[in-house]
């Protein structure tokens, strides 16, 4: 009976290479047995999505399953008879890359695989939050995050009392088997050593032979000043342990800055919006404003202010990375109309407003160009 990959990832069958990724990883991190021991059913479901992804990832394997389905695979749609199972040699595996790679691996420059020698350790990533004010001046920090660690009771070898794997007896170390299926000769990943071309004798209790176990550690990081939202700073060789002797991974560091009560920032520049007092714009004056160095700067408001006019300040916003320089600060006037007037106050507002009038407006010039406009308007669509 054939196998639905499709519903064993939970994607369409249209799904996109990213959309495969994603569900492989949310599942394999699901049904991962260091997530689920003791679990026969998780380690099962584990197998199922790695044989799913590993023929669904690959466009020559998907094509083909697409057209013949799972028992198509067994012998590449009809070129040959019996074949192997993609599950057969394990997670990750497929007996139709192995016979491609046997009858066109010289042609296409590969060789096909060999035997796994030492592999890098995986990249990690880990998010931080930090002010406006850290972005700003930079900040130094310790971080604790979890990580994979070769294991320190075998030394990372997987072999109780750190005994070196021995060669694998059925594939002589090599990591490749071969087998003759009608005119062919069929050349595959070895089923005894997953192709690592030596096997363990007497697995790390510890680890369990894998050669690494998680852990956590402390590191001490700086971040720069000038740092923006969403900037990833690597950490090299922090990442995890190698497998077999391979090199660490790297660590990546992703910046969050927090939403700021006062400031916003564009770039290197800050911008805030602050509210004068509606005799201080008409007038003239000044008013105090915070800076993003936690001090305060006195500007100046010139007479007849409108909302919405900026005020710049000239490298007063944010440090630019590697760099002596700084952004500008803009300052957005917001005219703020009073309110609660008492007897006194109401009077006074009316004979302002009774002087303004007969002055014909010209102290409100934008009054003057709306009403202007709208007059001009109603003429034309009363013609």
Not at 22 to 43: G, L
Not at 141 to 158: F, L, Q, R, Y
Not at 186 to 209: D, Q, V
């Amino acid at each position: 009976m054939s196998k639905d990959y499709y519903k064993t990832l939970g994607v369409e069958k249209n799904a996109s290479e990213d959309d495969l990724k994603k569900a492989y990883r949310k599942m394999a991190m699901q049904y991962h047995p260091d997530r689920n021991k003791d679990s026969k059913e998780a380690e099962e479901k584990f197998k199922e999505i790695n044989e799913a992804y590993d023929v669904l990832k690959d466009p020559d394997k998907r094509a083909a399953y697409d057209r013949f389905g799972s028992e198509g695979l067994r012998g590449m749609g009809g070129m040959g008879g019996g074949g192997f199972n993609p599950g057969d040699m394990g997670p990750g595996f497929s007996a139709f890359t192995d016979i491609f790679e046997d009858m066109f691996g010289d042609i296409m420059g590969g060789g096909g695989r060999r035997s796994q020698g030492p592999l890098r350790g995986a990249d990690t990533q880990f998010a931080i939050d930090i002010s406006l004010e850290d972005a700003f001046k930079g900040k130094e920090t310790k971080i604790k995050i979890p990580t994979v660690d070769a294991c320190e009771s075998c030394n990372g070898t997987g072999s109780e009392n750190g005994a070196k794997p021995e060669a694998c007896g059925g594939c002589g170390g090599s990591g490749r088997v071969r087998a003759t299926q009608g005119f062919f000769t069929i050349e595959r990943t070895c089923p005894t050593c997953n192709g690592a071309g030596t096997i363990i004798k007497s697995p790390c209790k510890k680890c369990g032979g894998a050669a690494r176990t998680r852990s956590s550690k402390t590191l001490q990081i700086t971040v720069p000043p000038g740092v923006e939202d969403g900037r990833r700073i690597r950490l090299t060789g922090e990442g995890e342990a190698g497998v077999r002797g391979g090199p660490r991974g790297d660590l990546y560091i992703l910046v969050n800055i927090k939403s700021h009560s006062f400031f916003k920032r564009d770039g290197a520049n800050l911008y805030c919006r602050v509210p004068v007092p509606m005799t201080t714009a008409a007038l003239g004056g000044s008013i105090e404003v915070p800076t993003i160095e936690s001090t305060r700067t006195r500007i100046k408001i010139p007479p007849g202010t409108q909302t919405g006019q900026q005020l710049r300040l000239k490298s007063q916003g944010m440090s630019v990375m590697r760099s002596e320089s700084r952004g500008d600060m803009y300052v957005e006037i917001f005219v703020e109309t009073p309110v609660n007037l008492d007897k006194k106050q109401v009077e006074l507002m009316k004979q302002l407003d009774d002087s303004l009038e007969k002055a014909g407006r010209k102290n409100s010039p934008e009054s003057e160009g709306f009403f202007r406009k709208m007059k001009e308007l109603w003429k034309d669509l009363n013609e």
